[in-house]
């Protein structure tokens, strides 16, 4: 066992067989449904904090079946953290806060995915992880409880990590697909400044981030799909009701994406987003996966075995003005590819590349202090179908490559180790060093780290097929 003393009271957390102290489950705020949270500033007694707490309700997804997710249990009352250190806190150790992805719908930390042990040995660190309301609980309408839910997890971070021997002056916080976004709508927040010197944004979901409007419209489809008049009367719904009706909402194909997201609010959130978060002078370090959506294409029925027909009206249906100008780009581009690969491409860029292309290029000049990245390595596993798809790239950040559920999605080649340890290490630089080490992006030579088995550094694009897709996208 381990005691910390914090200005909230005194934790109690366990040693682990690596000598890393071990805090989980920690309170950092609470809140009534539907109500911004309340940061915790003080307990009476030992906290007891060696148990993950439960993680937000959420619907049982393929995305949880795939990661393996580990059962604690549900609650709206999960607004916990968790917190591995090294074995003393005699010194201040640069933090990383992780905010988990999900489509802002579900997932959780505890994941051996980001199991943060390593992480924390590798660095000498303080690491965090963090939960926050999921779904019609943290982002029905323009709420944003959510992303409050995160600004408050700094606050605590901010008044109680340097008893974990942690410098508050010196977080990084990172997170993928939807934590990714929440990094870059926590770096466009006026709330969060100043809580944080660094941050990098794992294959962010920017497409998610919605207008007022589109707010307005997911709620009031929502209350519908509850057999509701107003939000105050689903104050006084169960736990289940709210699921079964966001449940509901979420079986519209047309209307899922609307529905639990990010609001550009004027206030919690300014209206351009992208554009205050390219302007905030952090370190920012951006990049996305090669095959982001291999992976939704393959769970999804209707999309994993296209021909080149049924590809071409895919691509009809989402760009009805250039799908075959796309098509002919894409097939020029990737001549290996198939049908169902092609639309997976496609997709990639449309939701992820496009939208980060977009935060760079907002990014001011003046500010040198910006780096990007394209995971490329490729998983062995169904034949190489998967590709670098979504999601790949969080077990070598982390560098967890050894622990066995991740093997479901990497294989188990003790060579991705290799690959381990060089990423987390260049996230571990930004922090240490204000630098993850290779060249910054400006706008001439878009120097972008291709991390891959070896990796290498792309001025200006130099492979021809990403050149072309960067001038058809951004010169539409």
């Not at 992820?352 to 490729?378: D, G, I, Q």
Request: proline letters at 6%; glycine letters at 6%; hydrophobic letters at 40%.
């Amino acid at each position: 066992m381990t005691l910390v003393n914090t200005p909230c009271g005194e934790i109690r957390g366990t040693n682990s067989s690596a000598g890393v102290r071990v805090f989980k489950g920690i309170r950092f705020a609470t809140a009534k449904r539907f109500t911004p949270p309340t940061v915790v500033t003080s307990w009476s007694g030992i906290y007891e904090a060696n148990e993950i707490g439960p993680e937000c309700p959420q619907i049982d997804s393929q995305l949880r079946t795939l990661l393996a997710a580990d059962n604690s249990g549900q609650s709206e009352d999960c607004l916990l953290l968790n917190i591995t250190a090294p074995s003393d806190s005699t010194s201040e150790r640069p933090v990383y806060v992780w905010i988990h992805g999900g489509a802002f719908t579900n997932v959780t930390p505890p994941l051996s995915w980001n199991e943060s042990q390593q992480l924390t040995i590798d660095g000498n660190a303080v690491v965090v992880t963090i939960s926050y309301r999921l779904g019609a609980f943290g982002f029905l309408g323009d709420l944003n409880l959510g992303i409050l839910d995160q600004i408050a997890a700094l606050q605590w971070v901010q008044n109680n990590i340097e008893s974990f021997g942690g410098n508050p002056n010196n977080v990084t916080i990172f997170g993928q697909s939807a934590g990714g976004c929440s990094v870059v709508a926590l770096m466009a927040s006026p709330l969060a400044t100043n809580l944080f010197a660094h941050a990098w944004a794992m294959s962010p979901s920017l497409g998610q981030i919605r207008t007022k409007e589109s707010a307005a419209q997911g709620l009031e489809i929502f209350l519908k799909a509850a057999n509701a008049e107003t939000l105050s009367q689903l104050e006084t719904f169960t736990t289940q009701e709210i699921l079964q009706a966001q449940d509901k909402m979420m079986l519209d194909i047309a209307n899922w994406n609307q529905g639990f997201s990010p609001t550009a609010d004027g206030t919690i959130l300014p209206l351009d987003v992208v554009s205050a978060a390219a302007s905030n002078p952090v370190d920012l370090v951006i990049g996305t996966t090669r095959d982001e959506s291999r992976i939704f294409n393959m769970l999804n029925p209707a999309l994993n075995n296209l021909d080149h027909d049924q590809a071409l009206d895919v691509l009809r249906t989402n760009h009805p003005q250039r799908a075959e100008a796309i098509w002919s780009l894409y097939n020029t581009c990737y001549p290996e590819y198939t049908p169902t690969q092609i639309v997976a491409a496609v997709d990639t860029d449309t939701h992820f590349r496009l939208h980060m292309w977009n935060m760079l290029k907002s990014r001011p000049t003046e500010l040198t202090n910006t780096w990007s990245y394209m995971f490329t390595w490729a998983s062995p596993l169904y034949d190489g179908a998967l590709g670098a798809s979504h999601g790949i790239d969080i077990p070598f950040i982390f560098n967890n490559t050894s622990l066995p559920r991740v093997h479901i999605y990497t294989s188990d080649d003790p060579t991705n180790g290799v690959l381990g340890a060089e990423m987390s290490r260049d996230l571990l630089n930004l922090g240490l060093k204000g630098d993850p080490n290779w060249q910054p992006y400006d706008q001439t030579k878009r120097a972008t780290k291709i991390f891959n088995m070896p990796s290498s550094i792309a001025l200006s694009y130099e492979q021809s097929t990403d050149n072309l897709v960067y001038d058809f996208w951004m010169n539409a």
